[in-house]
């Protein structure tokens, strides 16, 4: 049986504010004709497909930043992403804000979910390493509020069976983390679904701005490497309320190798034939974690959050 | 005070079974004069540096195996590279198997030290992820029997204060997994110090091969970016025995960036000079591991050894 998987990696230009969900919706459909066109079966859209990356600014007002939330999935604004994909007989995966009541209170995630062509939601994912900041920073040319207006990931990082293989999805900054890639690839993981905002510039470490393109496509080609999977990375990129964010979105195999690479800053479509079973010869050899794996050498991975330098 | 190490890799290149210890070291004190005449003030080696890669061979005769075991560090063999280290003002770093008795027995590592200008032993380290096989298996070209020559190392990843800094040693294989850098991130370490012996072909998956220097710099780099820390990884290179040992001995910055590399496959000296403060930008910000891990999410990574899919 053939596992072949023909993924579309939707980058998309920048959102601003006053662009509506509606708007949006239609870009994506549009990303998602193109691909089905090319033969896709899957589309992968950025984290927070559907806004402007809204933690770059401080807000206090609970319903100005509830607007950015979605409370429901499917909505009626986002209900035609469904519909185009069991159209175009599709599987998307995009993020977005979440609001939800759930153990008698409001929590809110930062959320990526992947739909079936039946519109059925076959994963969900609540981002874990959530980036930047909780209180207002003032000195920066931009905020990075993450840490303010969303809880950490209550679901691991599961990996279920859909496409004929093992799918996971992680968020933006899971993707410096190895050990994001790593509870999946104990899971048997063969294809990452990730979307991103990156800022070019990092207020804390403007040092850093020019490996911008570097440092992101550096973590997951090793991450889909060291666990012998397909990592697809897809930006929101271009000029967005001001703010500079980082294209390079890529599809990664499991050689670690791009395999296929957006050259734009706008909404822009790349693609890779991707079979699951070249998964195969990194998972049974060098990555044989049954054979290769020492966890009894690793727990200070767990036992320990920050790092403690030994005593002088 | 200044933290400016000036490292030099000993990139080295085949070493064959009739190569005496002597002869060995003498090229090793060789590399170190030219260290020194460059203003060095670590040399580092490759893994195994005393003798050829032995485990690829299939032997039984334990006295034939214990040919190429140390059981004192230093002996008479060794002793002129601490007295080298001594004479030139120059630390070293290197591997070779270590036969020891400990607990009642004989035991055997694959092991590195970290030796002082001063001929003390600042840091040591017995290989924990040991590649290969046990078992004899002649369809290979040649063995990778480290499975079968070496129990895995007892000690850990270890940092220590030295040099300056906080210093940690990995060995070959141990660079293809991103758990043993993270334990020494969590230690705070600034420069890793590794050695390897990686033949450019690999029998269980020959579909590798040509990748061979990609993954080696891809690994290293990234577990350099993800712990903010120094990675000097040194190769033995060249054919030794009739099997091809990949070279690209590197340097790599705490940014991820190559910032020295070897072009030859024989005994080659690469050169950078390390300033440890350049670590604390990305320890502070991307990677300030108190800010931002999430140690809860990953216990996986200690609670199973292999992968272990999802019920179908």
């Known amino acids: 049986m053939s596992r072949i998987v023909t993924v579309a990696g939707a980058q998309m230009g920048p959102i601003q504010r006053s ?5 949006v919706v239609a870009r994506m459909i549009a990303l998602m004709a193109e691909a089905h066109r090319h033969g896709a079966d899957l589309v992968v859209f950025p984290e927070l497909t559907l806004t402007t ?32 994909a069991a159209c175009f007989g599709l599987a998307i995966s995009f993020g977005y804000a979440e609001r939800v009541e759930e153990a008698g209170r409001t929590r809110r995630f930062n959320t990526q979910i992947l739909v079936g062509p039946d519109g059925r939601i076959l994963h969900k994912y609540r981002k874990i390493h959530l980036p930047g900041h909780a209180e207002h920073e003032p000195w ?4 990075h509020l993450e840490k303010r207006y969303f809880e950490v990931g209550d679901l691991g990082w599961p990996v279920v069976r859909a496409l004929g293989g093992l799918v996971g999805q992680m968020i933006c900054n899971d993707r410096r983390w190895p050990e994001s890639y790593r509870v999946m690839g104990l899971q048997g993981v063969e294809m990452i679904l990730l979307g991103y905002n990156t800022p070019r510039h990092n207020p804390p470490a403007p040092d850093h701005d020019a490996l911008g393109d570097f440092h992101n496509a550096l973590v997951m080609q090793a991450g889909a490497y060291q666990n012998g999977t397909f990592v697809v990375g897809v930006a929101k990129a271009g ?26 800053l706008g909404d822009e479509l790349i693609l890779a034939r991707c079979d699951l079973d070249w998964t195969r010869s990194y998972k049974e050899t060098v990555f044989n ?11 200070m991975i767990v036992e320990r959050k920050g790092a403690v330098p030994p005593d002088a």
Chains 1, 2 share one sequence.
């Open 53 to 84: 990356f809204f933690p770059r600014w401080f807000m206090t007002d609970q319903a100005e930043i509830d607007q950015f939330f979605e409370s429901a999935m499917p909505s009626a604004e986002t209900a035609p992403l469904f519909e185009a």
């Open 140 to 143: 920066r040319a931009f905020q």
């Open 239 to 264: 000029i967005e309320e001001g703010c500079e964010l980082i294209g390079g979105s890529v599809i990664v195999a499991p050689t670690g190798e791009v395999i296929a690479r957006a050259s734009t």
């Open 19 to 23: 662009d509506s969900r509606s708007a």
């Open 289 to 299: 974690f049954a054979r290769h794996r020492e966890p009894e050498q690793y727990r």
